[in-house]
């Protein structure tokens, strides 16, 4: 579904030159976008960092578990225009492509939320399989031959049934973490349920990584708490820092990600700089990856 044409102004300047290649096919990396905290930058991160990788040539979906469906606003889709939401594809009533829409950025799509969200607990709490409703309908999806190269999904503030569907489809958890006085504390929380994920429903989730959003130089506190969180999880945090920048604040009322606001804005840039990171972090897990891929398939046409 396409809901509005729109050219796209990110300019060849904003994407580092140096950017590494990856093979374009290739299966898809989930990665979940949580902190149960409320503020922190997960939708802003969600939709910019989903920008700057399709804006560098992949292919990526963005799938709004949250009843705000911010990030679904955030990249212009109102209310009255999600017809089919994740609400839907949660309850196996539709397909994933029956439910997914084209944004203003070519490359990236859509899975929007609405409020309906909020009774997704309800409407399956006698399915056994509750806990996979979003799972079973990606991997559906992926089994049928379609592709992108990355999916991030987009959390509620709380760790409840919809950030632990989000939890076990996902391969991997990107934790963005606002430079305030309590982050360290709210992470030990996610951290534990990351664990009980790990240790029951699904084994092989790690943390990607840990993004400081919301820096600010000229304040200590920001700069305490990124020496704390460095000190405590080491290169698991990113070098890229998110500035406080307003332009990213003022994006979402336009509807639009803020590199296509404000393509120069610091926060735009920040957000590039992080997809680049991303890129060149997950090189040694997908070349992994495919290495292992290729030694199945040689064994497959050997046997
Ligand atoms: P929720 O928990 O409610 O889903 P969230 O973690 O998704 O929130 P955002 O919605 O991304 O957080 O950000 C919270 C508010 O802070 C929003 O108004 C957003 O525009 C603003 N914001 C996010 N990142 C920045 C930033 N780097 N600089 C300035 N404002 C920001
Ligand atoms: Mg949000």
């Given amino acids: ?69 911010n990030a679904s606003t955030g990249l212009g889709l109102d209310p009255e225009a999600r017809t089919l939401t994740s609400f839907d594809l949660m309850l196996g009533e539709v397909l994933a492509k029956d439910v997914i829409y084209q944004t203003l950025v070519p490359g990236l799509d859509l899975i929007p939320a609405s409020m309906d969200l909020l009774g997704v607990e309800v409407e399956l709490a006698d399915n056994a399989r509750r806990l996979y409703a979003l799972k079973d309908a990606l991997t559906a999806h992926f089994d049928t031959g379609e592709h992108y190269n990355y999916v991030f999904i987009d959390c509620p503030p709380s760790l409840n049934m919809l950030t632990l569907n989000a939890m076990v489809a996902a391969q991997s958890i990107f934790v963005p973490l606002q430079c305030e006085f309590f982050a360290l504390e709210g992470l030990s929380q996610l951290v534990a349920t990351i664990e009980q994920v790990q240790n029951t429903l699904n084994p092989k989730l790690d943390i990607q990584g840990i993004l400081l959003t919301m820096h600010d130089p000229r304040n200590n506190l920001s700069t305490q708490v990124e020496e704390d ?33 404000d393509h120069k804005c610091a926060g735009s840039i920040a957000y590039m700089k992080l997809a680049s990171e991303l890129v060149r972090r997950e090189m040694p897990i997908l070349s992994a990856k495919s290495a292992r891929q290729e030694n199945q398939n040689n064994g497959t046409n050997q046997s």
């Avoid at 579904?1 to 590494?20: C, H, K, W």
């Avoid at 969180?229 to 080491?234: A, M, Q």
């Fill in 1 to 69: 579904m396409v809901y509005e044409d729109g050219d796209f102004a990110l300019s060849e300047t904003t994407i580092p030159q140096s950017m590494p290649s990856l093979p374009a096919q290739r299966k898809p990396r989930l990665l979940t976008v949580a902190n149960q905290k409320g503020g922190v930058g997960k939708t802003t991160t969600a939709i910019n960092l989903a920008t700057a990788l399709a804006a560098i040539g992949e292919s990526v979906l963005l799938v709004d578990l949250d009843p705000q469906g």
């Fill in 229 to 261: 969180v460095r000190g405590h999880f080491g290169d698991l945090v990113y070098k890229t820092l998110i500035p406080r920048n307003v332009r990213l604040s003022e994006a979402p009322s336009h509807g639009k990600p803020a590199l296509l606001y």
